[in-house]
């Protein structure tokens, strides 16, 4: 399989002038190639082929053309049909899809080759911490060598591409041969598969009842709205606007860093922790299209998540299987039966077996089924509870998203594990215990008779009950939190309070 290997690029000014210059005349190709392109009969459009043959009859008329490696234009023109391939399929899929449009200064940045004769590496001039790269037309430079570096007859294509921020960066493609295989699906024992269900509130929550929670980036979108401020207030085109607009993209940069540095290292412990992983497939689009939640569904990114996942389990041997997510909320993980509950619900009651646990985790758990029978690893198609997947709830593990960014990984929980974790311990950072629900600290219990004088309370104890548990799960959740915060108290009493009540007109109604 191939691998993507990416490096910081230091360019002197004389090379960053004329690469971007190049970059810039690819970019006026490409342009010209669309336009011809859709400017020809339906009929009778001009493939990448005729295309590459009529780039000669553009150079003679437009000279300035000429001046980039023509294998370069040849890679621009080759982008735009694989571009038109994909709209296609999309296309073919239902999907109500445009054209290519024209792109304008600064929005083409990227020079692309895919012959090892346009590059060539030099291991000995760069010093210890760099190397030495060159690429057709545009010559030498130093790249920081934070990894071994492959020889040139080993690298399959070379991308040069200016960010935002104004950093260059140099992205090699190579062949990664030695892969581990997968595991025959007969040979796959229950607890070396997991389901994990993809949520707002708990980034993942797996079939084995540990929780994963969402990372807090509300300091980093209070300083992008104070940078974007920043920016408004310039000239649009002045010197000090295009200083302002580079400030914005590194600290927008920083956000996409750090979300993506976070779902790497989750990715990589589930495909090392498990021989099968079931995932729900989720098409993000129509859920961003709807007023509820979109910011925080776009912020957390699953489709990168999934995506992240399958291209780890090929690295590390792990089969990774999407499933349908339609119903894995309503159905119950013990008979079956759908029961149809609202958001703020987050506890599965089931009326017809009495099966009762997490709301996350029962879709878990469906995830994991539907997964196991989608790819039929030693399992009939039947019910859970017939099968050996076990419905009982594991001992809850709660990780904060913080503790997951320090310690690099979740390796330093181990499943099926409740004691003290921490991370680092010879250096002596802090640990973090997770406690279970019976070591927590309760409030005293509830007296009925002090606390409320309306009749029901003694015609419904259940009521009762469910006000103390809903209560202790609060008060639990909140004790793990690193910073608590007014507005996670008033969250979380809400919830606390809809659910309440969501329940003890159940009652009433049955009654």
């Known amino acids: ?23 810039d005349i690819l970019r006026q190709i490409r342009n010209h190639a669309v336009r011809d392109y ?63 449009h024209w792109q304008g200064c600064g929005e083409f ?7 090892a004769c346009r590059w060539n ?48 960066y140099l992205s090699l493609v190579v062949d990664r041969e030695e892969t581990p295989d997968k595991p025959a699906l007969s040979e796959i024992e229950p607890q070396d598969c997991v389901g994990v269900d993809l949520g707002i509130t708990s980034y993942i929550h797996t079939s084995d009842n540990l929780t994963v929670g969402t990372l807090d980036l509300a300091a980093e979108y209070e300083r992008v709205r104070r940078e974007q401020r920043n920016l408004a207030r310039k000239e649009h085109g002045s010197h000090n606007w295009d200083r302002q607009r580079k400030q914005v993209a590194k600290v927008t940069r920083k956000i996409k860093r750090k979300v993506k540095d976070f779902q790497h290292k989750l990715t990589t412990w589930l495909v090392q922790e498990y021989d099968l992983v079931a995932v729900e497939d989720l098409d993000v689009k129509p859920m961003l299209e709807s007023s509820q939640n979109a910011k925080n569904k776009q912020d ?43 958001l703020w619900v987050r506890e599965h009651s089931c009326p017809a077996c009495g099966h009762t646990q997490d709301r996350d ?27 050996a997947l076990p419905t009982s709830a594991p001992q809850r593990e709660a990780v904060d998203a913080k503790r997951v960014d320090e310690l690099g990984s979740l390796g330093a929980w181990p499943r099926g594990s409740s004691q003290t974790r921490c991370g680092r311990a010879s250096s002596g950072s802090s640990c973090h215990t997770v406690r279970p629900m019976s070591q ?39 004790m793990q939190r690193d910073v608590l915060t007014d507005a996670c108290c008033r969250t979380e009493l809400r919830v606390a309070v809809r659910t309440t009540v969501f329940h003890i007109s159940t009652l009433l109604v049955d009654e």
């Open 440 to 478: 927590a600290w309760v409030p005293d219990r509830i007296d009925p008779g002090r606390q409320c004088s309306v009749g029901w309370v003694d015609m419904f104890p259940e009521g009762i009950e469910c006000i103390e548990r809903l209560v202790t799960r609060c008060t639990y959740a909140m």
């Open 121 to 168: 590496v030099d291991h000995n001039a760069g010093g210890d911490r760099f190397v030495r790269f060159r690429l057709e037309k545009i010559g030498w430079f130093n790249i920081r060598a934070n990894r071994p570096l492959p020889d040139a007859d080993e690298i399959s294509e070379a991308i040069l591409k200016k960010q935002n921020t104004g950093e260059w």
């Open 361 to 387: 985790l029962n879709a878990a758990k469906n995830i994991l089924t539907r997964g196991l029978k989608q790819v039929g690893a030693g399992r009939s198609e039947v019910t859970p509870m017939q099968t």
């Open 300 to 342: 957390a990114a699953w489709s990168r998540f999934v995506e992240l996942l399958a291209y780890k389990a090929d690295l590390h041997g792990t089969h990774v299987v999407k499933v349908d997510p339609a119903g894995t909320t309503k159905e119950c993980a013990s008979c079956g039966v759908a029961t149809d509950k609202p």
């Open 1 to 23: 399989m191939q691998t993507t290997l990416r490096f910081r690029a230091y360019l002197s000014d004389a090379v960053a002038s004329e690469a971007w210059r190049q970059i």
């Open 109 to 115: 940045r990227s020079v692309s080759y895919n012959q």
């Open 38 to 100: 859709y400017n020809a009969d339906y009929n009778n459009q001009p493939s990448e082929f005729d295309q590459n043959n009529k780039l000669t009859d553009w150079t003679d008329q437009w000279p300035t053309f000429a001046e980039p490696s023509r294998h370069a234009a040849q890679q621009a023109i080759s982008q735009i049909h694989t571009d038109l391939e994909g709209l296609e399929e999309q296309r073919n899929n239902g999907y109500d899809v445009g054209r290519l």
